[in-house]
């Protein structure tokens, strides 16, 4: 955009990708219908174009309050969705409403002009802030860095680098290899100008149909998501370009991280959640024709749909703020949450089958037990109150050792004392707990089991021990089963169930089964009288077996 005299000189966006022609704006009324036909389009843009749409109305014609009134009015019925529009236009009427009449254009083209600078420095900023977050991903071994975008949020959107695509103009300015997958965002194709523009700034990009979007992310194809936002309600939910949220969805089940960049003015204090942010429902023929080139290169229409049918045309969707990884601003990250490292992402699943087998083998009913795994530099653990057979790999919670965790779900109950095995015992690489029939019954009489069978010394001593009794959740809990837990993997909770731990998911999983079957003997040992124990030496002799067995094991 830029300034011609009294008159707004705009790239037409209906134009572009195949055609690049400028428009004069010379009234409020050509303002108008450019805002609405979305010949300009993006939200920062928009409210840059609308005031300097005031500036261009009370020029033109009179700037009494009649007129600004008239022309406040005209501009917001343009685009409903977009907080910016109506941010921009309030600053306009502050800034304007006060002063007389005759100083009113002046000020306002100097006002607009600011609005203008400042969305160009804001876009850096939020260009410096993504960069940072964009290093901090993991490593790619020698590849591109992989990001997916939705709609158009970058130069053609803003008077500056744009949004969502200024983490990518920045990183490809610094030398960060970056290739961006562009969703062609039906049913106006903005993708098409995310093409556009990047192709004009040399950035490797790769067009998709919007349908194509979730195959990539399940795959792994794609590092981080980054779209923009034309409101984002108090409570973090994101109004943005229909599609958006089902690119989050997928995003979300993938555990790839979905970043929304906007501006601070894109937050809407007043909204309290995405329910009360309105939708902009638009023409049918939207849908039913798309605009190209012909066969000669010629501009046209063609129609898809056939006659008699309708068409539904939202312009937006909401997506929840659980499924927002953090948010890109010109502050910096807001609202940023530990993510679960690319590197580990196949141990979700795994858990999950772990989780879903000890209730196929009864070891646990309904949501009772727990599962987790080492992971980086926290664990994965399944959620509180999950049913393994309904849940998804995607519901595993990604948890710090500082207890901070990722997702939406909160982690099991038990989980401190899955964080303080993996923080006292560095040969734990996964945790199960189970309230399974036979540990619990023992667990009930509150005794260790002893060398009744040799295969106790699968579990590192001559006995598993039955930790004292304290509330589940608890620290007290804790603390109790390390104690138990001392130079052996598995021990009884007293009125509870049992914990083993194992190198791996698979490992930890055989030992549960293990000890629920050694408990299960032991059980019906002691029917017809107390069993006959082995000796110590018999013990150590089994225990030495056992030492070579695992190194054997081990490095298979
Ligand atoms: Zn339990």
Request: glycine share 8%; proline share 5%.
């Amino acid at each position: 955009m830029i300034l011609d005299g009294d008159a707004l000189v705009i790239l037409d966006q209906t134009r572009l990708p195949w055609r690049v022609e400028e428009r004069r704006l010379v009234t409020l009324e050509d303002v108008a219908e450019a805002i609405s036909a979305m010949r300009v389009r993006g939200a920062p843009l928009i409210g840059c174009v609308a005031a300097f749409g005031v500036a261009v109305a009370l020029t033109k014609g009179k700037a009494d309050d009649v007129a600004l009134d008239h022309a406040l009015t005209v501009l917001r019925a343009t685009r409903p969705t977009a907080v910016n529009l109506m941010w921009a236009l309030d600053r306009m009427d502050a800034r304007l409403r006060p002063l007389v009449p005759a100083a009113r254009p002046e000020a306002a083209w100097a006002e607009a002009e600011a609005i203008r600078a400042e969305d160009a420095a804001m876009c850096a900023a939020i260009g410096a802030h993504g960069l940072a977050l964009l290093r901090g991903l993991p490593a790619r071994e020698g590849r591109a860095l992989r990001v997916m975008t939705h709609c158009n949020a970058g130069r053609l959107a803003t008077a500056g680098m744009g949004t969502a695509l200024a983490p990518i103009y920045a990183a490809h300015a610094e030398g960060l290899a970056v290739e961006v997958f562009v969703s062609e965002t039906r049913p106006r194709n903005q993708g098409l100008l995310t093409a556009w523009e990047l192709a004009a700034a040399g950035i490797k990009h790769t067009l998709i149909a919007d349908n194509a979007a979730g195959l990539l992310l399940m795959r792994g194809e794609v590092d981080v998501v980054i779209v923009g936002a034309d409101r984002i309600a108090a409570n973090g939910d994101t109004a943005n370009k229909v599609g958006t949220y089902l690119k989050a969805l997928a995003a979300r089940e993938a555990g790839v991280p979905f970043y929304v960049a906007a501006p601070a003015s894109t937050f809407d204090a007043e909204t309290p959640c995405g329910e009360a942010i309105p939708v902009e429902e638009r023409a049918e023929e939207e849908v039913f024709f798309v605009d190209g080139l012909d066969g000669e290169g010629c501009p046209g229409r063609l129609r898809l749909a056939s006659e008699g049918t309708r068409a539904a045309n939202p312009a937006f969707d909401v997506t929840p703020a659980s499924l927002v990884s953090g948010f890109i601003t010109e502050r910096g990250i807001i609202g940023d949450r530990p993510r679960l490292p690319t590197g580990n992402r196949g141990l979700s699943p795994i858990i999950l089958a772990v989780a879903r087998t000890l209730k196929e083998h009864r070891l646990n009913v309904g949501a009772s037990g727990n599962v987790s795994a080492r992971c980086d530099d926290g664990f994965l653990i399944t959620p509180s109150g999950l049913l393994p057979e309904r849940g998804s790999a995607a519901d595993m919670v990604w948890m710090k050792m500082d207890g901070t965790y990722a997702g939406e779900l909160a982690p099991s109950s038990e989980w401190r004392i899955h964080r303080d095995i993996y923080a006292s015992v560095p040969e734990a690489g996964a945790v199960v707990h189970a309230h399974s029939p036979f540990a619990t019954a023992l667990a009930c009489q509150r005794v260790d089991i002893p060398p009744f069978h040799y295969m106790i010394a699968l579990f590192g001593g001559d006995s598993v021990r039955c930790a004292a009794y304290a509330t589940f959740g608890t620290e007290a809990l804790s603390k109790n089963v390390l104690l138990a837990l001392a130079g052996r993997n598995a021990c009884l909770l007293a009125n509870h169930g049992m914990l083993v731990y194992g190198r791996d998911p698979a490992h930890a999983l055989a030992q549960a089964i293990e000890l629920e079957s050694l408990c299960e003997q032991y059980w019906r040992a002691c029917q017809p009288g107390p069993p006959v124990l082995l000796s110590e030496k018999e013990m150590a002799e089994a225990m030495e077996r056992f030492r070579h067995y695992g190194a054997r094991e081990f490095k298979q």
